[in-house]
């Protein structure tokens, strides 16, 4: 009789020495729609287990050979998840209570009733059914857990942490390793990999990673056992049989930026197509934080880089901006140092007024590129001893518009304008090239107009020597809120005061 079999039936092995018994089963069995398959002794029934996988097995407990409780101890030892009902008659119940010790699902009494049979099969089935879907339910709870946990990580270390731990715990592996294309050299590298507790720090061998990539190329899973496993392997694992292997590619968009492999060294511990697929989600949910985390550490570097560049560009600036100075300089003999000079007083006065660090340095700059209106001015009609004619007069006072043209095309030095612009401004008015009064002249400008004037009177001129640092004091306290911002004298004086005293202090040589 034949009948019509659904691909997922479930299946059943009886084990019996008698033809008949295992005849009626069968039959019966068959009716009800399971795979049935019958072995006449232990030792068959063994050999049966490990070639296909039974949901059930029937055995009868007196066996010539191996008798069904030793059937049932091998079976254990095989863990081959299969419920086990056992045969017995009358005079032997306590036996059959031991078999449940054991680890026997149930037993049935013979002579039985096929009803019965069916019954206590469909029971166990059902049981089983249960457990494994509970086991389903509970591995796609972890299994969130863990691609939520990755989901939430920036940091590529932790992800593959997480992913490795995820997969020793859930897939009950003995090893797990992940290797990730390194991006710049397209070349695989074993980036991480555990070893359960329970294993020793077996030898995870080398794999092949051309077949590999090919078995990939095909869309096709790859859960491999025993020798089968070992065509993935340019290198098998050291002293350790391999029992099962599982590898899943890393994919983003198509593209392969890594394996995720489960190994197995515990004898009869296969992996199962179900915790393959497990794998997959986690390589999926992998693959795109690695990418993430990743993208995220290559930002953080291009920051990083972008700082560095800010800082080289910001030390470039201020080179130049001293190169224009030192330009400036090398025409004139006199003013030799001035601008440095100048940069330096200015300074005093900013953090007299406690400035921020910003606006100090770009007082500094100011300072330096103060006069940079006089290239173009030709110095040896200025420098002569004696009055100057109201021509030489006038050309010398274009400077100050003049620097204002030559920094405003540049947009990194557009800020500094006011000092090279309005340091010749007086706080009454009367200052040129605008006549802006008090606070209308930028603070910028009445700053430097100070450090201008005290460098001007403290330096050797065509004209004149140097006059000494009290005189120079003096003559800035009287042009206080005449010539100069009545506010900012006292601060600069103060500043520079203290300036020369700790120059004393530590010995250096000063000015007059
Ligand atoms: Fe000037």
Not at 37 to 66: C, F, H, Q, W
Request: charge should be negative; aromatic fraction near 6%; include cysteine.
């Amino acid at each position: 009789m034949e009948y019509q079999v659904h691909e997922e039936s479930p299946r059943v092995l009886v084990v019996d020495d008698e033809k008949v018994i295992r005849e009626i089963l069968s039959d019966f069995l068959t009716m009800e729609g399971y795979v049935v398959r019958t072995v006449e002794d232990g030792d068959a029934a063994l050999r049966e287990l490990e070639r296909r996988s039974y949901n059930l097995v029937i055995s009868d407990l007196k066996m010539p050979g191996m008798g069904g409780l030793e059937l049932l101890e091998k079976i254990a030892d095989l863990k081959a998840n299969v419920l086990t009902v056992i045969m017995t008659g009358f005079g032997t119940v306590e036996t059959a209570i031991e078999a449940m010790k054991k680890g026997a699902y149930d037993y049935i009494l013979k002579p039985f009733k096929i009803e019965e049979v069916v019954h206590v099969v469909e029971r166990g089935l059902d049981r089983q059914r249960l457990h494994a879907e509970n086991i389903r339910l509970k591995e796609a709870v972890s299994l969130y857990k863990i691609s939520e946990a990755i989901a939430e990580s920036l940091s590529l270390e932790k992800v593959l942490d997480l992913i490795l731990d995820g997969v020793l715990v859930e897939a009950q592996a003995d090893a797990v390793t992940l290797m990730l294309k390194d991006p710049r050299t397209g070349l695989f590298v074993e980036r991480s990999r555990k070893i359960s507790p329970l294993a020793d720090s077996g030898f995870t061998g080398e794999l092949n990673l051309t077949e590999l990539l090919e078995h990939y190329s095909h869309d096709k899973p790859l859960l491999a056992h025993g020798l089968k496993a070992l065509k993935f392997f340019a290198e098998p694992p050291k002293d350790r049989r391999l029992v099962s292997f599982c590898s899943i590619p890393l994919k983003v968009q198509d593209r392969v930026i890594g394996m995720l492999n489960a190994y197995s060294y515990t004898r009869g511990y296969k992996f199962t197509e179900g915790q393959r697929k497990m794998l997959s989600v986690l390589a999926n949910r992998a693959a795109v934080s690695i990418e993430n985390a990743r993208l995220y550490e290559d930002l953080v570097q291009k920051n990083c880089d972008l700082t560095t560049v800010n800082q080289s560009l910001a030390d470039n600036f201020r080179a130049t901006i001293i190169g224009f100075a030192h330009a400036l300089e090398e025409s004139d003999k006199y003013t030799r140092g001035h601008s440095e000079r100048v940069a330096f007083y200015s300074s005093l006065t900013a953090r007299g007024l406690t400035l921020g660090e910003p606006e100090t340095e770009r007082i500094v700059q100011a300072g330096l590129m103060h006069d940079i209106g006089k290239i173009g001015i030709r110095y040896e009609k200025l420098n002569k001893p004696g009055k100057l004619t109201p021509e030489e007069v006038a050309m010398f006072r274009t400077h100050p518009a003049k620097g204002k043209r030559i920094l405003e095309p540049i947009p990194s030095m557009a800020e500094l304008i006011p000092g090279a612009w309005c340091h010749h401004e007086n706080w009454d008015g009367s200052g040129y090239p605008r006549g802006l009064l008090g606070e209308n002249i930028p603070l910028l400008g009445r700053i430097v107009a100070i450090a201008d004037t005290y460098d001007a009177m403290t330096s050797d001129r065509s004209y004149r020597k140097a006059l000494p640092h009290d005189v120079a004091v003096a003559e800035l306290e009287r042009c206080a809120g005449a010539q100069f911002d009545p506010e900012l004298v006292p601060q600069f004086i103060r500043m520079v005061d203290d300036h020369r005293k700790t120059q004393i202090a530590a010995g250096n040589e000063i000015p007059r």
